[in-house]
């Protein structure tokens, strides 16, 4: 009896350790506070951090988002009148609410400027001299006709700074709609964005719907509202967002994912979910299972679960 238990606790020492040293090590998920960064490009890293209770993620660049305490009467960058009014609503004499484009001028005196969060307006001269951008942010208005007000970030927190981070080169291809057939009879409307790595390869990049990035090794394309892959046989529709691919994996919840993709299998669009679950080896030992999925894009069918082969031995 004795032998047999030391067998086992030999066995569930040698499983931890193999978990660790080919699962890899457990993705920390700890919530970001206030000012910090959660990484939403796949490029860079695990994707399945959040804030913490209370703070609102506000997207900053195409790699990263950042936590902000929105409604504590404090407009910190990169809060601004759009997507926190009520930490930065100002109200400005200068500015009117009289609406102005190229062909639709303003009064004498007054200028055609596109100000944050109030659009095209006509102002006095000089914005940057009234418009107060949030802290840590600085006004400049950008060469094009109407001017833009822009509020660029300074300090370490601003995109393309000199932080400690993974950097990579994007080219935005597109920021539309598609239309996606689901359960229901009447189609329901998402919103998706597509960047493309590098400056010659059309088949690497990131698609992002629902704030969910999804890295992709083959050409994506939107045609007529819908979304579509351009595999070895032809294009290829994709009719399964990546939200709905979690639902179908063995991913508990979207904090567990670490990384989607959508790549060609078999001549078809597939994507592949790589997530992770806490269990106890034996009951006893805590342990990190990495667990792979693989969902067909076009009809959401699940074509395969990659688990350890000692995860029969967890709870």
Known sequence: MKKQFSFML?????????????????????????????????FSGATNRTCCL???????SKSY????????????????????????????SQITDQWCDALNSCPEGLECYQFPGLGLRCAELNPCN?????????????????????CQCTGPQCPNSNANT??????????????????????DSYNVTMWQTGSSSRDKGIIEVNSIPVSYSKEMLVEESKLFMRTSVGKKQVNILPENA???????????VEEIELKE???????????????????????????RTKIDAQFG???????????????
Do not use: M
């Open 246 to 256: 979690i639902k179908i994996s063995e991913s508990f919840s979207k904090n567990s």
């Open 65 to 92: 988002s950042i936590c902000v305490a929105c409604g504590d009467n404090t407009c910190n960058y990169p809060e601004d009148q759009n997507n926190c009014p009520q930490d930065c609503k100002e109200n400005y």
């Open 265 to 291: 299998e078999a001549k078809r669009p597939v994507y592949l979910v790589t997530s992770t679950k806490k269990a106890k080896l034996f009951a006893i030992f805590p342990i990190s299972l990495k667990i």
């Open 130 to 150: 009234y418009y107060k951008c949030p802290t840590n942010s600085e006004c400049i208005i950008l060469e094009s006709y109407p001017g833009q007000i822009h």
């Open 10 to 42: 030999v066995l569930g020492v040698f499983l931890l350790f193999a978990s660790t040293v080919f699962a890899g090590p457990i993705t920390n998920t700890a919530c970001a506070a206030e000012g910090k960064r959660v990484n939403r490009n796949p």
């Open 54 to 60: 209370g703070l609102t993620e506000i997207r900053v």
């Open 166 to 187: 993974n950097t990579v080169s994007y080219n935005i291809i597109t920021q539309t709609s598609i239309i996606i057939s689901g359960e229901t009879e009447k189609p």
């Open 301 to 315: 069918k699940l074509i395969s679960i990659r688990k350890p082969w000692w995860s029969s031995l967890t709870l």
